[in-house]
Each structure stands twice: as C-alpha cells, then as structure tokens.
C-alpha cells in the first residue's frame, strides 16, 4: 500500500450468501469490528440486502455497494437493476466485471464496461475486476490479459472519472479455492496494471487509482499482500462473511 498517493480500501463481496435477515446480523457485527480502520471500508451485498445495509450503515465508517448493475438506464429487461435504482437507494459502489459474473453470465470485457460507464455516470464508485485464468497464467499470458481487460473496461472512461474507479486484480484460481496469490504474483499484476493505468491516464491517475488483490484474502496473508507498494487494498469474498474475519483484515489495511 502506499496511502501516501491513495485511498486503501477493503471491500467485502458477499456474493449470494445471507438473506437480508441474516444481513442484519453480520452488519450488526461488522459496526463495532471496524470502527476504529485508517483506511475505506466497504461491503457489497446482494441487491435484497441493500437497502437494510445502508440503512445500518449510515453514521458509520462502512460504505456499501452492490454486486453488479445493469448498463440500460430503464426499460424491459426483466430481472435487471439499473445504477439509478442503485444510487435511489444511497449505494455509494458498485462491483463490474467479477470472474463468476464473466464464467457464468456471460459478462464480457465490452458489457463491463458499458456497466462501468453506466455506473460512473449515475455518480457511483466502480470497482472493475480483472485476473486470469490458471490456463492463462500457465500460458504466460496473466499481463497481456489483464492489461487488455483493464483497457476494455475503462475505454471512453474519462481521467475525472476515474477518481471513482477502483480496479480488482483476481486470479481467477485464487478465488474461493484456498489458493492465494503470493504477494510478489500480487504486486507483479497490481503493478502491471498501474503501468497500464499510467499509458492511458498518465502517471499522476495512475498513482492515485487504488488497484486491490483479491482470492483468497484473510486474516493470515493479509499482511503480507497489503505489504508490498502496488496492493492498495483487498476484495474479499469468504472471509468477509466472518465480522472477525473482516475486521482483521480490515485492521491488517489500518498499519
Ligand atoms: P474469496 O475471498 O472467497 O476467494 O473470493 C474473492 C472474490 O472473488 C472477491 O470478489
């Protein structure tokens, strides 16, 4: 991390888990477990849970945001969530592009960015997420990958505009498998797409975008990857359904 040029944020990404029952609880939890972080804090809920988290969450440090958003502004697409519908409700960030969203809902690096773009102009925070595949990483291919994700999903995204950018480095492998990243293969892809960041936006943008690690993040390596200069932060999943999980990792980001 390096907090001096920019934010460190770690975000939860609840994926499908807890009704908004038991979104209550956790909430309720997370409140007292994070209170005291040096750096952003967000939870992304699903859709039903959102409207019980930014109501628990007013007054507090947590930010909430969604998993997803659809790019139309309104219309007949049935089942979906426009980033107007979100920001109504007080949402303050969105997540574009997660690996599962791309493996099993066809998401593509063009309809990420029609999301990201559809969000940033409704005026919330976009957390876009890149990373390869074990396949691709083994074909030596992770940089070119990431590099053509990242500038995919933030074409005819202004340099302005990308003050409410965050992007997500996942492996794909990492995430929900157990297996970490190291923090050096960390810091090499984080690094990666600051570079990229940089060719597009020019350096001072790309040293004030805060590019987190996510797969398989918790209390134990969290340390170690929040460590190294190009890890500003981390996208959690399981780990983030545990208040104390969370908030250690939370206070790991708060050194
Ligand atoms: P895990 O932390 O469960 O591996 O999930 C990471 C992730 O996909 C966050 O978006």
Known sequence: MNKATRKAIIAGNWKMNKTATEAKE????????????????????PFTSLCTAVEL???????????????????????EISADM????????????HSERRQYFAETDETVNKRAKAALAAG??????????????????????VRMQTKIALQDVSAEEMQRVVIAYEP????????????????EVCAAIRKVLGELYGQAVAEATTVQYGGSMNAGNADELLEKPDVDGGL??????????FGAIVAAASK
């Open 57 to 79: 969450c007013r007054g507090t440090n947590i930010h909430v945001g969604a998993e997803n958003v659809h790019f139309e502004k309104s219309g007949a697409y049935t089942g």
């Open 86 to 97: 979100l920001v109504d409700l007080g949402v303050e960030y969105v997540i574009v592009g």
């Open 26 to 45: 956790l909430i309720s939890q997370l409140i007292p477990a994070v209170k005291q972080a040096d750096c952003e804090v967000v939870i992304c809920t």
């Open 236 to 245: 959690i999943g399981g780990a983030s359904l545990k208040a104390d999980a």
């Open 172 to 187: 794909v492998w990492a995430i929900g498998t157990g297996r970490t990243a190291t923090s050096e293969q960390a810091q």
């Open 124 to 145: 919330l925070k976009v957390i876009v997420c890149v990373g390869e595949s074990l396949a691709q990483r083994e074909q030596g291919v992770t940089e070119e990958l």
